[in-house]
């Protein structure tokens, strides 16, 4: 493979359908998502079939909403579509259709791990036409809050990211990832969704979460984790999976080297559209 990724590329999309199930943490609902081919040129959408109602996963139908990127319009939405855009990405899928009967995309184990297994299941293919990269020729600077993030232009893409925590037991981690020559399920796909027991308190207390548990999410609690972790910097290496699952509300891949401190899911959709305004 050559040191520089190609500005077009083909489009793929899903092979057939799989689907998963699982247990939607901000609603408390049992959750079936299915996830299937779409035609060349159509992108990803993202379907709610308990109401009929099917949105584009881009940033104009990004919402605001806490702790996640949402999917949908005033009036209805599906949560949690970071990992399920992150496993899109790193399979270079531009076209398919997802498919839920509830609003949010179950969290699972908390990584994308599951995701890229129904991914596999369904398999790839190659559909008519290409995609068009995005590859920023300035740099992009989004910064503030003690929160930064660059863009800067690079000839693939790659990804940086350093987290500082308060809590001891997460503390400083810095994590780097290079698809060139790093695979997205050794090295950032198994990294679990991480909250320390306090945060995961105050959001059950303000209604926001419905169903978080140890067995969806990573909890830190004062003096242990409760799971092991795979890797010594995994939460970083979360960041990075959650920023990449952001940017691809894109719609087109991105070559650029992108760089993160202490930022969330806001951040990152906000720096989506300054991307998109200096490549205009």
Not at 60 to 65: F, G, I, K, T
Not at 81 to 107: C, N
């Amino acid at each position: 493979m050559g040191s520089e990724q190609p500005l077009r590329q083909p489009r793929r999309t899903l092979a057939s359908q799989s689907s998963i199930e699982g247990l939607g943490v901000r609603s408390g609902r049992r959750i079936r998502m299915a996830i299937g081919p779409a035609p060349a040129g159509s992108g990803i959408s993202i379907e709610r079939t308990d109401i009929g109602r099917k949105w584009p996963a881009d940033l104009e139908h990004a919402l605001p909403m806490p702790a996640c990127s949402s999917i949908g319009d005033a009036t209805d939405r599906v949560d949690f579509v970071e990992h399920l855009m992150a496993v899109l990405w790193a399979e270079s899928i531009t076209d398919a259709l997802v498919a839920l009967d509830g609003p949010e995309v179950p969290l699972l184990d908390g990584s994308a791990a599951p995701l890229l297994e129904a991914v596999h299941q369904a398999g790839v293919a190659e559909g008519a036409g290409e995609v068009q990269a995005l590859r920023p020729r300035e740099p992009v600077f989004s910064i503030g809050d003690e929160r930064v993030l660059a863009v800067l232009p690079a000839a693939g893409p790659r990804f940086s990211y350093s987290l500082v925590h308060s809590h001891e037991l997460i503390g400083h981690q810095v994590a780097e990832f290079d698809p060139l020559h790093d695979a997205f399920a050794d090295a950032l796909a198994p990294a679990r969704t991480f909250a320390t027991f306090g945060e995961l308190e105050a959001l059950q207390e303000a209604g926001m979460i419905a169903a978080g548990s140890e067995e969806n999410c990573l909890v830190v609690y004062d003096d242990h984790y409760s799971g092991e972790l795979f890797a010594g910097n995994a939460m970083a290496r979360h960041k990075i999976t959650d920023l990449i699952g952001d940017l691809y509300l894109l719609g087109r891949p991105l070559c650029a080297h992108v760089i993160g401190y202490r930022t969330g899911h806001a951040d990152n959709r906000a720096l989506a559209r300054m991307i998109l305004d200096t490549c205009a």
